[in-house]
């Protein structure tokens, strides 16, 4: 028996405060969520146009950040999605100083109500830069005007996703 297999539905925690402490950036997901073959296909192109221009922006790059993300992207099996049948995106119209923190806190809020009901979520970053190109707001149909923030997959994990470990925070100034 293979681990898709024996993965069973985690718990859905009991209050918005086990949802806050229980959420995860899930990366292993079921394949049950939708079994519409053009959404599949939809999502393993943009994977595919995501990986590209993750490439493309890391060349040349000596970061340890680019290292990481080449390292990630030209692995055979990575998939930007995780296998996630769900890809819920933030888009916003507006500009402003405080539109992108709307959009991250209506993303933080969407990932605690899915934890609440058993479902993993992960944001995708590797995205934001398929998404805001003019090839996929034709192909998703997305008015030029409108800028993705917030990618978010959505799924049943394919197992349990351990906490990860937490450094302290580090305090620059306190008065």
Known sequence: ????????????????????YHRRA???YTPR???RP????????LSDSAKERVRNEAQGSGSHHA???????????FHVFYNA?????????FQGPFVVADCW???ENLMLAACAKGLGTCVIGFAVSALNS???KAALKIPARMTAVAPIIVGVPAGATPPVPRKQPKIIIWK
């Open 67 to 77: 290292k990481h993300s080449l390292e990630l992207v030209d692995a055979p099996d």
């Open 85 to 93: 049948g769900t890809l819920i995106v933030i888009y916003s119209k």
């Open 33 to 35: 969520t939708i079994a």
């Open 26 to 28: 899930v990366r292993n």
């Open 105 to 107: 806190l209506a993303a």
């Open 1 to 20: 028996m293979n681990n898709r297999q024996k993965a069973a539905k985690p718990e859905a925690p009991k209050s918005v405060m086990d949802a806050i």
């Open 38 to 45: 053009v959404i599949r296909n939809l999502l393993n192109r």
């Open 134 to 136: 003019p090839e996929w």
